[in-house]
């Protein structure tokens, strides 16, 4: 004799509910990962629009940049996995926030003296003009201020986002289940 479907649909309910933390988890990595590297590569383009003709430069840049995401997202990625295994899902939920608070802005004041070694060398190598080092000195100033401005927008709105997913994604997907079996 089969199961009902209100029984089927309450273990579906209770092993979700028993997963939750993974999936928020899930969902904490997608939102946040996903729109600040989203928005980090916008940053990025007039960056790769101005060198447009010095690939060292770009790959330099890009290798750096990739790097620093995959590092970081393997090093979060991990420490989540352990405080979800150690620690409660709400305090496991706080505890990746709070590290991808901090390793985010590490990572931002690292890119900020990345620019200005591009900058700098860029302006050194390509001319001997102290106009054009003023210049890209006070563009590297506006943009880091930019730069700063853009980050804890970022951070703002990528932490709502990966709120949202995280803590309603289960639900979401149980609420989706009966029109998916239908």
């Known amino acids: ?17 028993s997963h939750q933390k993974h999936i928020a988890t899930f969902f904490f990595f997608l939102g946040f990962f996903s729109f600040n590297f989203f928005l980090n590569f916008l940053k990025f383009l007039p960056f790769l629009l101005y060198f447009t003709n010095c ?19 393997i090093y979060i990625y991990i420490s989540t996995y352990l405080s979800i295994i150690f620690f409660p899902a709400l305090l496991s939920f706080f505890l990746s926030f709070f590290l991808s608070f901090f390793l985010s802005f590490f990572l931002s004041s690292q890119r900020y003296f990345l620019y200005l070694f591009i900058y700098f060398l860029y302006s050194i190598i390509h001319s001997s003009d102290l106009i054009l ?50």
């Open 1 to 17: 004799m089969e199961p009902s479907f209100s029984y089927t649909f309450l273990l579906f309910r209770l092993k979700v509910l």
């Open 55 to 73: 690939h060292i430069y770009l790959s330099i840049y890009l290798s750096i940049y990739l790097s620093i995401y995959l590092s970081s997202f």
């Open 133 to 182: 080092f003023c210049f890209f000195l006070s563009l590297y100033l506006i943009f880091t201020f930019l730069s700063l401005l853009y980050f804890f927008l970022s951070f703002f709105l990528s932490f709502l986002l990966s709120f949202f997913l995280s803590f309603l994604a289960p639900h979401l997907i149980l609420l989706l289940l009966p029109f998916s079996l239908m």
